[in-house]
C-alpha cells in the first residue's frame, strides 16, 4: 500500500512538472520560431527550442522593417513596426535576433559570448540616431504618460531592456518622474517613473520613434 501510494505521488509530481513546464512555454512569443530558424541556418544543424540552453525576449517597437538591426545593402520599408528581441543562448554564445510580430521579418543582430553582451548600441546600427544626446523634455515631478498607439510598455528595475520587469503600464496610467534621463550604453533614453505602487524604469523612445508624453 505504501509503495502504492509513494508511486501515485511520484506520477503527481511529474505531472504537475509537466503542465508547469508547458505552461512556461505557452507564454513564449510564438514567433520565436522565426528566429530559431535562423540561428538553425547560421549553425547550419536543425534546432528546436529545447536545445536553447537559454532564452529571454523583450516587446519592441522599431521605426522600419529593420527592427533596429539593418544590414550593408538592403533596403526598408520606413513604417513602425513592432516586434519582438529575442536573445537565444545556444553553445558559449547569445545570439539576439529581432523578429516582426507577424513573423515576416527576421534581423540578427549581434551575438557574443553567454553572460558578456558587449557594450555599445544593439546590432550593425552605427547609423543609430542619438536619442541620449536630446531627451524629451520631462522634468522631475511631471506627470507623463504611454502614447496611446504603443499599446503599453514594462517598467524594468534598472535602465536597460534587458534587466528585470517589474511591472506593466499602459496609456490609461499616469507616472510621475522620480529621475532621469539616464542614457545606457545602446543609446537609449530612461526615465524612472512611479505609477501607484509600481517603480521602475522606463524608455522613452527608441531611433525617433518616442513612447513617452506629457500627460494632459
Known amino acids: ?42 549553425v ?5 527550442l529545447t536545445d536553447l540552453n537559454g532564452y529571454s525576449w523583450n516587446a519592441e517597437l522599431y521605426p ?35 523578429v516582426s ?21 544593439t546590432g550593425t546600427a552605427p547609423q543609430a540616431v542619438g536619442l541620449c544626446a536630446e531627451p524629451l523634455a520631462f522634468t522631475v515631478g511631471q506627470d507623463i504618460r504611454v502614447i496611446a ?14 534587466a528585470k520587469r517589474v511591472g506593466r503600464v499602459t496609456a490609461k496610467d499616469t507616472l510621475k518622474v522620480v529621475a532621469g534621463p539616464e542614457c545606457n550604453a545602446k543609446n537609449l533614453q530612461w526615465w524612472q517613473v512611479e505609477s501607484g505602487s509600481l517603480k521602475g524604469w522606463i524608455s522613452e ?6 513612447f513617452l508624453e506629457a500627460a494632459q
Open 64 to 98: 522600419d522593417t529593420s527592427l533596429g538591426c539593418p544590414q550593408a545593402g538592403q533596403t526598408y520599408t520606413q513604417v513602425s513596426t513592432s516586434g519582438v528581441q529575442f536573445f537565444l543562448d545556444y553553445g558559449p554564445n547569445t545570439y539576439e535576433y529581432h
Open 149 to 162: 498607439s504603443i499599446g503599453g510598455l514594462y517598467l524594468r528595475e534598472k535602465p536597460d531592456s534587458v
Open 205 to 210: 523612445g527608441r531611433r525617433g520613434v518616442y
Open 101 to 121: 510580430d507577424d513573423g515576416k521579418y527576421v534581423s540578427f543582430c549581434q551575438s557574443y559570448p553567454v553572460g558578456q553582451p558587449p557594450a555599445g548600441t
Open 1 to 42: 500500500m505504501f509503495k502504492r501510494t509513494s508511486l501515485l505521488l511520484i506520477f503527481v509530481l511529474l505531472l504537475t512538472l509537466a503542465f508547469s513546464v508547458q505552461a512556461q512555454e505557452a507564454k513564449v512569443p510564438m514567433i520565436i520560431d522565426g528566429a530559431i530558424d535562423a540561428l538553425a541556418t547560421k
Open 44 to 48: 547550419g544543424k536543425p534546432l528546436s
